[in-house]
């Protein structure tokens, strides 16, 4: 079973009790995310620390210019942060960033998987990245919406590739998405957007040590 420490470090409100969120992203996991991503396995979340327990902490200010969030790996174990004021500052909500992140980290903990696309890019591979404004409630908090494994399984037609079921192909990108790529022969990484309004969003943000530049030294 995968231990994790939900931290709260943040002086500012996190939108939503903590104990009450902490709770949300449980059911999160047990009853939508992990039925479909299985080989995760169980998960079981905690509000302290403990022994070889992966963590994500909720902290006030963005450690990198304009992040709301990322996980990467701290003392060799994956480590997940959420930036309340960086979040709530763009008019998003800590609860979406929050599962969003610990939906990624589940998946790829330490943010070095790629998967082949069709056109011979390779994907990294994010669960929710390319649906990440697009949301549904649990226990009443709103959570992020997340791909299944058939989205990156190009011969895939006819299934389920998101779990609100707005994705309809493999590698399909919403309007509010985004996905990071990389050229196999060159070793480019750039990312791909949904519309051009996501790619002036995220252009304000200051990606140094995201998920996304994280993956280039892989």
Same mark, same amino acid.
């Given at each position: 079973?995968?231990?994790?420490?939900?931290?709260?470090?943040? $002086?500012?409100?996190?939108?939503?009790? +903590?104990?009450?969120? /902490? !709770?949300?992203?449980?059911?999160?996991?047990?009853?939508? +995310?992990?039925? *479909?991503?299985?080989?995760?396995?169980? *998960?079981?979340? =905690?509000?302290?620390?403990?022994?070889?327990?992966?963590? =994500?902490?909720?902290?006030?200010?963005?450690?990198?210019?304009?992040?709301?969030?990322? #996980?990467?790996? @701290?003392?060799?174990?994956? #480590?997940?942060? /959420?930036? *309340?004021?960086?979040? !709530? !500052? /763009?008019?998003?909500?800590?609860?979406?960033?929050?599962?969003? @992140?610990?939906?990624? =980290?589940?998946?790829? &903990?330490?943010?070095?998987?790629?998967?082949?696309?069709?056109?011979?890019?390779?994907?990294?591979?994010?669960?929710?990245?390319?649906?990440? @404004?697009?949301?549904?409630?649990?226990?009443?908090? &709103? =959570?992020?919406?997340?791909?299944?494994?058939?989205? +990156?399984?190009?011969?895939?037609?006819?299934?389920?590739?998101?779990?609100?079921?707005?994705?309809?192909? &493999?590698? @399909?990108?919403?309007?509010?998405?985004?996905?990071?790529?990389?050229?196999?022969? $060159?070793?480019?990484?750039?990312?791909? +957007?949904?519309?051009?309004?996501?790619?002036?969003?995220?252009?304000?943000?200051?990606?140094?040590? #995201?998920?996304?530049?994280?993956?280039?030294?892989?």
């Amino acid at each position: 079973m995968i231990t994790i420490a939900i931290l709260n470090n943040a $002086t500012i409100p996190l939108g939503c009790d +903590f104990n009450a969120l /902490v !709770q949300a992203l449980q059911v999160y996991l047990n009853q939508h +995310f992990l039925p *479909v991503w299985s080989q995760v396995g169980p *998960v079981k979340l =905690m509000t302290e620390k403990a022994p070889g327990a992966w963590v =994500m902490e909720f902290l006030d200010d963005a450690d990198v210019e304009g992040a709301e969030g990322y #996980h990467d790996v @701290e003392s060799n174990l994956p #480590h997940a942060k /959420v930036f *309340v004021r960086t979040t !709530q !500052q /763009v008019g998003d909500l800590i609860s979406v960033t929050a599962s969003h @992140e610990l939906a990624e =980290m589940l998946v790829d &903990p330490t943010a070095n998987l790629w998967v082949n696309a069709p056109d011979g890019t390779q994907w990294a591979y994010e669960t929710a990245d390319a649906v990440e @404004e697009n949301a549904f409630h649990v226990n009443g908090i &709103p =959570m992020s919406d997340f791909v299944y494994p058939a989205y +990156f399984q190009p011969f895939r037609d006819g299934v389920q590739f998101d779990h609100l079921k707005l994705i309809t192909r &493999p590698f @399909e990108i919403l309007r509010g998405g985004y996905s990071t790529i990389r050229d196999p022969h $060159t070793g480019e990484v750039k990312e791909i +957007f949904g519309s051009p309004e996501k790619r002036a969003r995220f252009a304000k943000e200051d990606r140094r040590d #995201h998920r996304s530049t994280w993956r280039r030294d892989y």
